[in-house]
């Protein structure tokens, strides 16, 4: 096990809030283009 | 031999993380890419996003939720996390001369941020929600004064006050009307989180990010198990999927994964300059309205949000000095830097 300082929560946190983001922008996008506009 | 070897090798005495923070807040070191203004910035952009989608996701808990079980509940889920990641990665508890540090960051995201959002939401249209977030950066860059050393220039302080009047004129126009007595859970809301993130972003910069949030919600633990026991006692928990799909975002996300990115941002970034991002926040939590409900954007929303990210780039590009004094004492060998990239 790696020293428990060097766990790179921070950046591994933030690819997984930038997928969802991405994810939930997609959606968004779909979803607007589907049943708004 | 990139702009960052070059810092390291020139500096003496042995670059700690606080030195490095000290000496990168307005520097270009190294490309594009690995400038800590670019860096600090990508970070905030990741946390102000995740915080776009807290007005939305508590407005669908409070619905069916009663706002006490909200509150509570919000830092209980968040601090239980919390607890489970800091124990899986085998984490020491953190130095004696930091807990007055976390002590604060508990009191003002931990504490203070639940309870006023919660009671403001239920007490005040949610226009008024925007009033806070147009005061926060500001709120934010005089914590980071007054706490973190932090001294913006005159240029920075311009930029920020015309930022904030565009979001009060925008939350004005938007329906936030008379200020009642009641805002007055704004300003306390907008002071527990200035104080939350500036002394966070101060603590990210002796450890990370992930472990400063982690901790603060495990203090604050005690704090909040009797009154969530006590609220659900009272209201009960039945409450549809999105009731509960709001509720977990708000733990999970607004009050624990998303802070990760924004500490790291703060403190990379500088706290003052990447605390300017949120006045992008209505904007950019309309954005998703308008995508996902139909929300129609107006000619004044677009004008608006033109003058905060212009506002923002001034802010970005102004000058902050930091007196190294203000900065936390981080003596530990463990801490000081070779060739790895700080974080």
């Known amino acids: ?28 996008a779909i979803h607007y283009f589907l049943f708004l506009r | 031999m990139t702009g960052h070897d070059e810092l390291l090798s020139s500096s003496q005495p042995p670059l700690t993380r606080t030195r490095y923070a000290k000496l990168t807040l307005n520097e270009r070191v190294g490309g594009w890419l690995s400038n800590p203004k670019t860096i600090g ?13 807290t007005l939305p996701a508590t407005r669908a808990a409070v619905l069916y939720f ?50 006023t959002f919660a009671w403001g939401m239920h007490s005040l249209p949610a226009a008024h929600g ?26 920075f302080w311009a930029a920020s006050v015309v930022g904030s009047a565009a ?39 002796v450890m990370p990010g992930w472990q400063v949030m982690s901790w603060s919600l495990v203090m604050a633990l005690p704090l909040h198990v009797i009154p969530f026991l006590l609220a659900v006692r009272a209201h009960g928990l ?61 000619p004044a929303m677009l004008i608006a949000a033109a003058v905060v990210v212009a506002a923002v780039a001034v802010g970005r590009n102004a000058s902050i000095e930091v007196r190294e004094e203000s900065l936390l004492r981080d003596d530990s060998s463990s801490d000081e830097l070779g060739s790895e990239t700080p974080s």
């Open chain 1, 1 to 28: 096990m790696s020293h428990p300082r060097h766990w790179p929560i921070d950046a591994i946190s933030s690819v997984v809030m930038v997928l969802f983001l991405v994810g939930l922008a997609a959606y968004a």
């Open chain 2, 41 to 53: 910035t990508v970070y905030g952009l990741i946390g102000m996003l995740s915080f776009s989608l």
């Open chain 2, 66 to 115: 009663d706002p006490s079980v909200v509150a509570f509940g919000r830092p209980l889920l968040a601090g239980l996390l919390a607890a489970i990641l800091l124990f899986v990665t085998g984490q020491r508890v953190p130095p004696w001369r930091y807990w007055k540090n976390f002590a604060l960051v508990t009191l003002g995201t931990g504490i203070g941020v639940p309870l």
């Open chain 2, 130 to 155: 925007a009033i806070t977030l147009a005061l926060l950066p500001l709120g934010t860059a005089l914590v980071a004064t007054l706490r973190a050393g932090e001294r913006p220039s005159m240029r």
């Open chain 2, 167 to 205: 979001v009060l004129a925008f939350a004005e126009i938007k329906g936030a009307g008379h200020i009642q007595l009641a805002d007055f859970i704004l300003l306390l809301s907008v002071a527990a989180s200035a104080l939350g993130y500036a002394e966070g972003a101060r603590l990210t910069r």
């Open chain 2, 238 to 298: 039945s409450a549809p999927t999105s009731a509960w799909l709001g509720l977990i975002y708000i733990a999970v996300v607004s009050q624990w994964i998303g802070m990760f990115a924004w500490l790291r941002g703060l403190s990379t970034g500088g706290i003052a300059r990447i605390g300017q991002l949120q006045l992008a926040q209505p904007f950019c939590t309309l954005l998703f309205s308008s995508l996902l409900l139909g929300e129609s954007i107006t």
